[in-house]
């Protein structure tokens, strides 16, 4: 490994390589529980970075294939480099390229489900890091939600699912961006750090080609008890992950 960089376990006997400038956050581990792969499933994560979401499918119950996209090569380094470590070579495939041309290397409607972490900010909002990394991560710089809803479009199936997360805030973004691209919101659940507080983050989970409307909203997922512990869902979400430390 590099000097600055560091193995982060994720529970199972699988680690992933992070640093300070590619690495995860609770919402990594949430859309990765909630996107959470079936063993026959082809899947792709858009925007991998050290690829936490797919080692984290395989820790829990490997799908049949992943291919991880990341358009940064110094991430797809690392993320390649994990996979190696974990002995995951025939379940995930590097890819270094950008989700905005896809459809001309993964075949359309070969794809079970499509799920992202995306950049929370539009291009240009909010601070805007000194790290090209950070900014690429954060901020709608490579990509925009028109182009991740269209490229998921363009390679899954009729009726494969893909899940995003989101700030509360880009809701109405998100759920047009997704309807144009035609791919029809049907499972929605926020996230709230406790009771007190406002939500924080939204899950979704669409339908390429679903019939318009039957959106099922779940109960609100609660990070951290009355006492501010997590939670007994989150300690269920985490499962061995960082053993000793929940």
């Known amino acids: 490994m590099n000097v600055d960089e560091h193995l982060e376990p994720l529970g199972n006997g699988i680690s992933v390589i992070v640093s300070a400038k590619n690495h995860f956050s609770t919402d990594t581990v949430l859309l990765a529980d909630f996107a959470a792969p079936k063993k026959y499933e082809n899947v792709v994560e858009f925007g991998a970075g050290c690829g936490a979401i797919s080692l984290i499918w395989c820790r829990n119950q490997p799908p049949k294939s992943i291919v991880a996209v990341e358009i940064q090569k110094s991430a797809s380094n690392m993320m390649l480099r994990s996979v190696e470590l974990n002995n995951l070579q025939d379940k995930i495939s590097v890819l270094n390229a950008d989700l905005r041309y896809l459809k001309n290397i993964i075949t359309a ?63 109405a973004d998100v759920f047009l961006s997704m309807r144009n ?11 709230q750090q406790r009771k007190d507080k406002p939500p924080k983050l939204f899950l979704v989970e669409g339908r390429r080609g679903g019939n318009p409307g039957g959106l099922v909203t779940l109960p609100t997922l609660f990070i951290e008890d009355e006492n501010g512990n997590f939670s007994p869902e989150m300690i269920d979400i985490y499962g061995d992950y960082k053993e000793g430390y929940i």
Do not use: W
Not at 129 to 137: G, P
Not at 181 to 191: D, T, Y
């Open 109 to 171: 409607g070969s794809v079970d489900m499509v799920a992202m972490n995306p950049p929370y900010k539009i291009g240009g909002g909010g601070v805007v890091n000194d790290s090209l990394e950070k900014r690429i991560a954060r901020h709608e710089i490579n990509c925009t939600i028109d182009d991740i809803t269209r490229s998921a479009a363009e390679i899954l199936r009729f009726g494969g699912r893909f899940c995003l997360c989101q700030r509360p805030e880009r809701l």
């Open 181 to 191: 691209a035609g791919i029809e919101p049907k499972k929605f659940r926020l996230v």
